[in-house]
């Protein structure tokens, strides 16, 4: 009997474009402003992204659109969260104090600079991804804006949602 092996790249999902985001402002007021901008309906998800570490779980925030017109899925979501472990002081003398460590987590940690992810799926060939990125570029409070290679992603996989 012959065997058949399946490749694991075989699955891998290409069409789909990743834009990272610099701004300084909340998920919902960048979610209202690329509505504006590039005419979408971003809403928040009932359940946000949850990642699983070692010191605990958290949740990056997470704005979704399906546009059934065009059939492309839209997905905004934060890049980094914070989880707080308190700890006891140590000694007698410090014994009652109590300190808190956060930890940070991020959905891409090679690009830990950026603050959120605009993943966009089953893109068409008519909308042009480098406009899409001018326009978000143009709302006043972001920084920066530009598309990730995702070639180039080391850690790719945790854009399966």
């Known amino acids: 009997m012959a065997t058949q092996k399946i490749y694991i790249h075989e699955f891998e999902e290409s069409d789909y474009e990743v834009i990272a985001i610099h701004t300084t402002l909340e998920d919902s007021r960048l979610a209202y402003h690329i509505n504006r901008q590039l005419e979408v309906l971003l809403a928040r998800s009932e359940e946000d992204l949850q990642i699983q570490v070692k010191d605990g779980l958290t949740g990056l925030s997470r704005f979704e659109f399906y546009d059934e017109a065009q059939f492309i899925t839209w997905n905004l979501v934060q890049n980094k969260s914070e989880i707080a472990n308190v700890t006891s002081g140590t000694g007698d003398l410090f014994a009652s ?5 956060a930890t940070t987590v991020y959905l891409l940690p090679e690009f830990k600079k950026v603050d959120y992810l605009l993943k ?12 899409l990125v001018k326009k978000i570029s143009d709302i006043e409070w972001v920084s920066l804006a530009y598309c990730i290679d995702k070639d180039k992603l080391k850690s790719k996989h945790n854009l399966i949602f």
């Open 120 to 131: 966009i799926e089953n893109l068409e060939d008519d909308l042009d991804v480098e406009v």
């Open 97 to 101: 104090l109590q300190e808190e460590i």
